[in-house]
Nanobody, 125 residues
Framework: QVHLVESGGGLVQAGGSLRLSCAASERTFSTYVMGWFRQAPGKEREFVASISRSAYATYYADSVKGRFTISRDNAKNTAYLQMNSLKPEDTAVYYC??????????????????WGQGTQVTVSS
């Protein structure tokens, strides 16, 4: 069982930046693919970014490519999502997720085994 805790959300003006963190309880953190998803009010949860176990490969939704950067520090059991040039449409609850099998390139929500509680990101115009 992997326990994930997100932090770093908040209120920011359009064009601003935020850095989300996802701390994992699992000592074998490096064996998990990590992903970030988001869910806006009235919408389905959607893929944002994912990173392979060794951080060799990263994947992004088209809507955030070039603005968001996913990273991980396996020594600290933590994944990050650096969000720059934020837009009002980025407003959502952001969730980190982990999967022990499969690859980072598979972006489907159902492939992830463990989820955090979410952190709210609000971008004002």
């Amino acid at each position: 069982q992997v326990h994930l805790v997100e932090s770093g959300g908040g209120l920011v003006q359009a064009g601003g930046s935020l850095r989300l963190s996802c701390a994992a309880s699992e000592r074998t953190f490096s064996t998990y693919v990590m992903g970030w998803f988001r869910q806006a009010p009235g919408k389905e949860r959607e893929f944002v970014a994912s990173i392979s176990r060794s951080a060799y490969a990263t994947y992004y939704a088209d809507s955030v490519k070039g603005r968001f950067t996913i990273s991980r520090d396996n020594a600290k059991n933590t994944a990050y999502l650096q969000m720059n040039s934020l837009k009002p449409e980025d407003t959502a609850v952001y969730y980190c997720a982990a999967k022990g099998t499969g690859v980072a390139g598979t972006k489907d929500i159902w492939t992830y085994d463990y989820w955090g509680q979410g952190t709210q990101v609000t971008v004002s115009s």
